[in-house]
């Protein structure tokens, strides 16, 4: 049984929850499921969404959801969720969900051992990662593993690369139209990414972010980039951090932290109104928060979690949390509406195939315009 179910049980005894969970499809399937039963007026009580416009564009802006600014204040989570994230999940000033976990979406991982024999360190730039992957490749081993064969992870990286060419303040700007897709950081990004195809495996469009992260595994690659769910399946797998695998922000990101958080919201209708705002109480509480995020391979949303339930690399991450500049990813449904985050994919995906830097840049440009973005 999910941990917070049985916390909410011994608060709220006597409440049956019942798990209406839409597997498949990476999540098509329920987003699917959600629209038909909220426009249809058979809401949930609550659903998972990640915060942001992946929320915002589809159910706050047209009004089935409803603020949750007065449990903020009742609860204390202004005090205890960092303003960034609290941004993040709000609309017009309003929170409209509650980060119930946080992943990082910008990490570089490494063998520590293939690093070790070779004297390497963890690049910090994308000029040191140039450096590092040149030795490794004189050494014959793939120097970065991707699998992009679902077009997400491919725009994952590209999403990383971006934060490093424009900064926080620059990246955020992509998303309120202040900084241009047409303009010299964005260019700077996709050559650099240009640059950086050259050192991954052949095999890329056949594989998957697991399958990609399996490679450090085998010895068959020395990096990859992707979300801390990568740190989740080495463990799976019996690795362990700072022993068999390393980490590092992703090059040129030092400082700045890419959100990726999952959470839930109230419907205007919920059918279990005064339930289904338990459960949110139990879902942002600190109780909640420290028995869930260590299973699940992520840190808290609140910044009182006990770090000692936590492993070494969830305890990096949470201190990076709580000082770094919090980003917001596209990618994941944060930053950017869901129209614009299916052309990026696309466009990132073509990108991979014919690195045409202008071609690339016109086309996000357009994108941006198209889902009133940018002009």
């Known amino acids: 049984m999910d941990c917070r179910r049985w916390i909410y049980k011994k608060r709220f005894p006597g409440v049956e929850i019942i798990n209406a969970t839409v597997a498949g499809g990476a999540g098509t399937n329920a987003k ?11 809401p949930p009580d609550s659903f998972q969404v990640h915060g942001g416009e992946e929320l915002t564009s589809t159910w706050v802006t047209t009004g089935f959801m409803e603020s949750l600014g007065a449990l903020y204040q009742s609860e204390g989570w202004n005090k205890v969720f960092p303003k960034d994230l609290i941004d993040i999940v709000s609309y017009r000033g309003q929170p409209y969900s509650v980060p119930v976990n946080v992943h990082r979406g910008n990490v570089l991982w490494y063998n520590k051992k293939v690093f070790d024999e070779n004297n390497l360190k963890a690049p910090t730039t994308w000029d040191e990662f140039f450096t590092v992957a040149e030795t490794l490749k004189m050494k014959g081993i793939a120097p970065l593993a991707l699998g992009d064969k679902n077009k997400w992870e491919a725009a994952h990286l590209f999403e990383d690369i971006l934060v490093a060419s424009l900064g926080a303040n620059g990246y955020r700007g992509l998303w309120n139209g202040k900084t241009s897709w047409t303009g010299d950081g964005v260019k700077k990004a996709l050559d650099t990414y240009a640059r950086i195809l050259s050192y991954v ?3 890329h469009a056949a594989g998957t972010w697991d399958s990609a992260t399996q490679m450090l595994i085998d010895r068959k690659a020395a990096m990859t980039i992707m979300g801390d769910w990568a740190a989740g399946y080495f463990t799976s797998k019996g690795w362990k951090p700072n022993v068999d695998y390393g980490f590092a922000p992703a090059p040129g990101t030092g400082g700045t932290f890419v959100v990726v958080t999952d959470t839930f919201g109230l419907p205007r209708k919920a059918p279990h109104r005064a339930e289904a705002l338990n459960w949110l109480k139990v879902a942002g509480s600190k109780e909640g928060q420290e028995a ?5 391979g992520s840190i808290c949303g609140r910044t009182d979690c006990d770090l000692n339930k936590f492993d070494a690399y969830l305890k990096s991450s949470a201190a990076d949390f709580s000082k770094n500049a919090l980003v917001p990813s596209e990618v994941h449904g944060s930053a950017a509406p869901e129209g614009f985050a299916t052309a990026f994919n696309d466009v990132v995906n073509f990108f991979v195939t014919n690195k045409n830097v202008a071609s690339a840049q016109r086309a996000l440009q357009k994108a941006c315009a198209d889902n009133k973005m940018c002009k």
């Not at 699917?32 to 058979?42: I, P, Q, S």
């Not at 869930?292 to 699940?296: A, E, I, S, V």
């Open 201 to 203: 495996n052949n095999d």
């Open 32 to 42: 699917a499921v959600l629209k038909t039963r909220m426009t249809g007026g058979d």
């Open 292 to 296: 869930f995020n260590p299973l699940k």
